[in-house]
């Protein structure tokens, strides 16, 4: 996948009626992202990711989440279809990795998060034999409509050539504007 084709498809996606969540941006060591997310109804969301690696790899992630909360505690788990196109890794191919994220607010301004997704080699194709995400972070509000998020994550592929890409692994801010 070529960025050019992929900034289509984000700007095509933004420009929906059924995109009424927020967009990000996610900056890492190694890593930009883009993510456009919105609700499909209280208890659903979705959420299209794009992201680029300087050693010219990309990956493309949707997902599809069921939404719940249980006090003050807030989550989603799911499904997201993932996609690595690596022009310079030799490695291509993708995953249906599972799992959610967890959201826990301390108070009006700081939010503690944490996510998990794996993908087995059952649910792997191409060059690729499995996935595994994971992620820890705090967000602080801006504004009532954007945030600014710190943390520590690893977005890592198993290839079928006996190699581990690390596609992201250390420290990401992430900036927030809920649209």
């Known amino acids: 996948m070529k960025a050019p084709f992929i900034a289509a498809l984000l700007l095509a996606t933004a420009s929906s009626s059924a995109l009424a969540g927020g967009v990000a941006f996610r900056f890492g060591a190694d890593t ?3 993510s456009l997310a919105g609700d499909m109804s209280p208890e659903s969301s979705a959420q299209l990711d794009w992201f680029h690696h300087e050693d010219d790899a990309d990956m493309v992630a949707l997902g599809l ?11 989603r788990v799911g499904a997201k279809a993932i996609a ?3 022009d310079d890794t030799d ?16 108070n009006e301004i700081v939010r503690l998060r944490a996510g998990l997704y794996y993908a087995p ?5 191409g060059d ?4 595994d995400e994971w992620s820890v ?5 801006l504004f009532q409509n954007s945030a600014i998020q710190v943390g520590y994550g690893s977005m890592d592929f198993d290839a079928d050539i006996g190699k ?3 596609f992201e692994d250390g420290a990401f801010v992430r900036l927030q504007l809920r649209l």
């Open 91 to 106: 490695i291509n191919g993708g995953a249906v990795a599972f799992g959610g994220d967890l959201s826990l607010p301390l």
């Open 65 to 75: 989440y069921a939404n719940g909360q249980r006090g003050a505690l807030t989550g």
């Open 128 to 131: 690729i034999e499995g996935y």
């Open 137 to 141: 972070s705090a967000e602080f509000s």
């Open 121 to 125: 080699e059952a649910s792997s194709f």
């Open 32 to 34: 930009f992202g883009v």
């Open 84 to 86: 690595l196109d690596g």
């Open 164 to 166: 581990r890409f690390e």
